[in-house]
Nanobody, 121 residues
Framework: QVQLVESGGGLVQAGGSLRLSCATS????????MDWYRQAPGKQRELVAF???????NYIDSVKGRFTISRDNAKNTVYLSMNSLKPEDTAVYYC???????????????WGQGTQVIVSS
């Protein structure tokens, strides 16, 4: 069974920084895309950033220049470094990966449990 374990959320003042981590546990053969979503109260979940197995990255406009996504393929871990945080970044952040458990199995979606980020003004 594959599980994603997130850490690093918390309360921070505007302008501060946090680093989220998401480690994959369990047997997984390969991971394709790793990304971070967030969901603010009363809003839909949105994709914040993704990184492919080849290292290509993309971000939503509102976090460009402030957030950095990275991955450690040896550890099957994805990170999100968040700088210059704003109150509007307040949300529950979820990691998500697309991967396969065996060489001949299909790609599946796996989700973390979410970690709360609160940015105070």
């Amino acid at each position: 069974q594959v599980q994603l374990v997130e850490s690093g959320g918390g309360l921070v003042q505007a302008g501060g920084s946090l680093r989220l981590s998401c480690a994959t546990s369990g047997s997984i053969f390969s991971i394709n895309v790793m990304d971070w979503y967030r969901q603010a109260p009363g809003k839909q979940r949105e994709l914040v950033a993704f990184i492919t197995s080849g290292g290509s990255k993309n971000y939503i406009d509102s976090v460009k220049g402030r957030f950095t996504i990275s991955r450690d393929n040896a550890k099957n871990t994805v990170y999100l470094s968040m700088n210059s945080l704003k109150p509007e970044d307040t949300a529950v952040y979820y990691c998500h990966v697309v991967g396969r458990r065996f060489w001949n199995s299909p790609d599946l979606d796996y989700w973390g449990q979410g970690t709360q980020v609160i940015v105070s003004s």
